[in-house]
């Protein structure tokens, strides 16, 4: 079983900074991918930034240049850094994860969530 557990959001004002963290647990052989997205109320979830295996990353063209997404494998975290903050970045952030898991004979390739941290952007 794979769990993810967010923490870090909060309330913040327009232009401020907040750092989310996600730690992962569980029986992950390998991580393909680790992410966040959001929704926003009455909006779809949308991907805010991803990073590879690799480390390669990419981010929604509305946070380029003031969001970082980073990892640290000793730690088994994976972070979302957030500057230059605003109103229209409220939402609940989820955490998310491709990895590869299984046990005995049974192997398989998953996506998994976090329960989600709100994060609200005030005026």
């Known amino acids: 079983q794979v769990q993810l557990v967010e923490s870090g959001g909060g309330l913040v004002r327009a232009g401020g900074s907040l750092r989310l963290s996600c730690a992962h647990s569980?029986?992950?052989?390998?991580?393909?991918?680790m992410g966040w997205y959001r929704q926003a109320p009455g909006k779809q979830r949308e991907l805010v930034a991803t990073?590879?295996?690799?480390?390669?990353?990419r981010y929604a063209d509305s946070v380029k240049g003031r969001f970082t997404i980073s990892r640290d494998n000793a730690k088994n975290t994976v972070s979302l850094q957030m500057n230059s903050l605003k109103p229209e970045d409220t939402a609940v952030y989820y955490c998310?994860?491709?990895?590869?898991?299984?046990?005995?004979?049974?192997?398989?390739?998953?996506?998994?969530w976090g329960q989600g941290t709100q994060v609200t952007v005030s005026s």
């Open positions: 569980g029986n992950i052989l390998r991580i393909n991918a």
């Open positions: 990073i590879s295996s690799g480390g390669s990353t």
């Open positions: 998310y994860a491709n990895v590869y898991t299984g046990s005995g004979t049974h192997y398989y390739t998953g996506n998994y």
